[in-house]
């Protein structure tokens, strides 16, 4: 990204509509006559020394940005700055303005032309470089950092540019591997889905569940594990290949015939393009249910990614699978659900700030089986809500409702064919353990880098399934907890 011109001078300027040149575009007018390049550098040196301030004016300027970093920003407009533009608090809040309203390029702009008259200010260098990096500019926001590190500033500010740093390193590596472990206990209040009216139906009569069929509550220890990698294809586009494995396994401690265990491969390529993005994506999952071989699937899925503008991204997708069940000792009619699955979902994804995103989604589901009485086709709607806070905290939440349409009856259980309406409500608050403890003690770096980045959430979940036959008519409250370790390398 080229610099551009000192901007106190050149607001000053076109306030009272001078004609004269501002000092910035003096090297350009050089540049334009074709003189040598040694009137060229004493050029660009001149201007340079004619940006540069007294000392004691670094000082008040550093001192100005660093009270205004510590209090909240304030809203500012582009005609507030014109009329002082000067003033470094007003321009250090009008460059956070623009973040927070996703104008990355104007920000840069702004921060760019603060530091030609402060090129000392170690605060503002370091936040022109976080826009460069988030504006996936790694080369010059790597230059960036180099040179503000070797400005004088806390240890704290030095950690977090060697932090940058570290991530610009690998963001740049053409082979990226990354892997997550996480570990954490889950309950739900109806863990078995047994029917809320206590009964269900056998050919049409309502007959009491049996005790151990009633509606139980169970906790669960939960473990995860991920591993991925992606590799840069070496184009200008950016077009990669990637893989991964992904294992689940939640152990209920009274419910053993709810244990389950999951395992899913997958591999695949994205083509990029400044119309559209293509990925397809085979996989193959596998389920173990009650310490059970259950289920397996083998497909995949093919999206197209359109990025409208620098908010708004839609997408389409298909996924197609052939799902593979199997009788267990507590489920010996799974095997009626063998058969295909195709779902096609189309999604707008809205970035209304840098700190807060919703997603929007239509699902249209048809499951086929090799019994007609649990195949079904349904349509599903769903909202998703993004919520960065400070520290690293988020908040996610969810709304999903799916309304299913059965092909027959399942005439052991009832003459008329099932439907169902599934609604499910989920939100979940994540921080860095880090995070935490910086609040209790109130200092940063309390905790040692390596246990401060990882990642707490909480989520709570509640599903509610009504349906026309009361076997399939039941809620569940769940509440989750995970502690969360991310590598990169």
Same mark, same amino acid.
């Given at each position: ?199 269900? #139906? ?55 015939? *709810? ?136 908040? #996610? ?71 026309? #036959? *009361? ?19």
């Amino acid at each position: 990204m080229a610099r551009r011109t000192g901007f106190g001078k050149l607001a000053a300027f076109a306030l009272i509509g001078a004609a004269a040149l501002p000092p910035g575009a003096l090297a350009q007018q050089v540049a334009q006559q074709q003189v040598s390049p040694q009137t060229q550098n004493q050029a660009r040196d001149a201007q340079v020394q004619a940006n540069r301030v007294p000392s004691a004016n670094t000082a008040a300027a550093a001192a100005a940005v660093q009270k205004r970093e510590a209090e909240a920003a304030r809203p500012v407009t582009f005609e507030d700055v014109l009329k002082d533009p000067d003033n470094v608090e007003l321009n250090f809040d009008y460059a956070r303005t623009q973040v927070a309203q996703g104008d990355l390029k104007g920000a840069a702009s702004t921060l760019e032309r603060m530091l030609l008259n402060y090129p000392e200010l170690a605060q503002v260098r370091l936040f022109y470089a976080i826009v460069l990096f988030r504006l996936d500019s790694l080369a010059e926001a790597e230059r960036e950092l180099l040179t503000v590190s070797q400005l004088d500033m806390p240890d704290s500010l030095r950690q977090e540019i060697q932090s940058y740093l570290d991530r610009i390193q690998f963001r740049q590596k053409r082979t990226r591997y990354s892997a997550s472990l996480s570990f954490g206990t889950a309950y739900d209040s109806n863990r078995n889905a047994a029917p809320r009216s206590g009964e269900s #139906l056998f050919m049409d009569m309502p007959v009491p569940v049996a005790d151990a069929s009633r509606e139980h509550s169970d906790k669960a220890l939960l473990s995860i594990g991920t591993f991925r990698v992606r590799h840069d294809l070496g184009y200008q586009e950016k077009h990669e290949v990637f893989g991964g494995l992904t294992l689940y396994r939640a152990d209920q401690l009274h419910l053993n015939e *709810q244990n389950l265990q999951s395992y899913v491969f997958d591999v695949g390529a994205t083509y990029r393009s400044d119309w559209v993005d293509v990925t397809i994506n085979p996989a193959w999952t596998k389920l173990r249910l009650a310490d059970q071989s259950y289920y397996d699937s083998y497909g995949g899925r093919f999206r197209l990614d359109k990025k409208v503008d620098q908010s708004l991204d839609v997408y389409g997708e298909y996924t197609g699978v052939y799902e593979d069940f199997r009788g267990i000792t507590f489920s010996t009619s799974s095997v009626d659900r063998t058969g295909g699955r195709h779902d096609a979902r189309f999604g707008v994804n809205w970035v209304i700030m840098p700190t807060l995103q919703v997603n929007f989604e239509y699902d249209w589901i048809r499951k086929n089986a090799r019994k007609s009485y649990v195949a079904y086709s349904g349509h599903a709607l769903s909202g998703n809500l993004t919520y960065l806070m400070d520290g690293g905290s988020f908040f #996610l939440f969810t709304a999903m409702g799916e309304r299913d349409q059965y092909d027959d009856p399942d005439l052991f259980v009832s003459g008329r064919t099932r439907q169902d309406t599934i609604m499910r409500f989920r939100g979940t608050y994540g921080a860095p353990l880090g995070y935490f403890a910086d609040l209790v003690t109130g200092e940063k770096e309390t905790l040692p880098s390596y246990v401060a980045d990882i990642t707490f959430t909480g989520a709570l979940e509640w599903l509610d399934s009504a349906s026309n #036959l *009361q076997n399939y008519d039941y809620s569940n409250l769940k509440a989750q907890f995970l502690l969360t370790k991310r590598w990169e390398f």
